[in-house]
């Protein structure tokens, strides 16, 4: 089965910069999509971005502008470039894909989540 790992959370203050990676391990499986969701602390979890196949993104509105998504397909890795954090950006991010598995149907596959802080 297929698992997702994210990393680079961390604590950092309003205005600097923190990039996301999260790699997919495992066998019999292909992934589509991918993306970015977030869960700050009392709120619904909120999609941040999302990535094609093909390399077409996506961004909701609080983080357009600020952050980038991109992958590379051969390692099955996705990044999340965070630029000019602000504090309610804090949330833990978890990564998502779309997969493909061994029967041809597909199934959302979701990370463990990586924790960022930003202060002020």
């Known amino acids: 089965q297929v698992q997702l790992v994210e990393s680079g959370g961390g604590l950092v203050q309003a205005g600097e910069s923190l990039r996301l990676s999260c790699a997919a391990s495992?066998?019999?499986?292909?992934?589509?999509?991918m993306g970015w969701y977030r869960q700050a602390p009392e709120k619904q979890r909120e999609w941040v971005a999302r990535?094609?196949?093909?390399?077409?993104?996506n961004y909701g509105n609080s983080v357009k502008g600020r952050f980038t998504i991109s992958r590379d397909n051969a390692k099955n890795t996705v990044w999340l470039q965070m630029n000019s954090l602000k504090p309610e950006d804090t949330a833990v991010y978890y990564c998502?894909?779309?997969?493909?598995?061994?029967?041809?149907?597909?199934?959302?596959?979701w990370g463990q989540g990586t924790l960022v802080t930003v202060s002020s």
């Open positions: 998502n894909a779309v997969v493909v598995n061994s029967r041809g149907g597909y199934v959302e596959v």
């Open positions: 495992g066998s019999g499986f292909r992934i589509n999509a």
């Open positions: 990535i094609t196949s093909g390399g077409t993104t």
